[in-house]
C-alpha cells in the first residue's frame, strides 16, 4: 500500500517537472502559415462554428471565451487555414494563441485609454492596404 502510494508521488512529481508547452500568438507580425488549405464560402455563420471548422482542419483542440461572439462571412479559395483563422481574428479584434494542442481565442485587450488593440497582428496590416 505504501509502495503504491510512493510510485504515484514519484510519476506526479515527474509529470509536474516537465515543462510546459510554450504558448505562441498565431497571428503575430511576419508569421507564416503553412496549415492546411481551405476553400470556404459562408454567409453570416456564426464565428465559434467556423473556428470550429478551422481547428478540426488544423487538428487542435479549440477554447473560445464567452466575449467573442458574432458572425463572418467568407469567400476563401486555397487558403491555409492558419491564415484564414487570422484573417477572422484582424476584423474581429481577436487574439489567437496555440498552447500545446489547444488553439485559445480571446478578445483582445484594449491599451489603456487608446482605443486601440495592445498587439496588432499581420491581419490588422494587410486590411489597412
Given amino acids: 500500500m505504501h509502495r503504491r502510494f510512493g510510485l ?18 498565431l497571428c503575430r ?10 476553400d470556404l464560402e459562408l454567409k453570416d455563420a456564426d464565428i465559434h ?3 470550429r471548422l478551422l481547428a478540426d482542419v ?4 479549440l477554447v473560445v471565451s464567452s466575449e467573442v461572439s458574432g458572425k463572418v462571412t467568407l469567400h476563401l479559395r486555397k487558403v491555409a487555414w492558419d491564415r484564414a483563422a487570422c484573417a477572422i481574428a484582424g476584423t ?6 496555440i498552447d500545446g494542442t489547444i488553439l485559445i481565442v480571446n478578445q483582445r485587450q484594449l491599451r489603456s485609454g487608446s ?7 499581420s491581419s490588422d496590416a494587410e486590411l489597412r492596404q
Fill in 49 to 51: 462554428d467556423v473556428l
Fill in 115 to 121: 482605443g486601440f488593440p495592445a498587439s496588432t497582428n
Fill in 58 to 61: 488544423g487538428k487542435l483542440n
Fill in 92 to 97: 474581429h479584434r481577436l487574439s489567437i494563441v
Fill in 8 to 25: 504515484m508521488i514519484f510519476i506526479g512529481l515527474g509529470l509536474a517537472a516537465r515543462p510546459a508547452a510554450a504558448e505562441r500568438e
Fill in 29 to 38: 507580425p511576419a508569421v507564416r502559415h503553412h496549415g492546411a488549405a481551405v
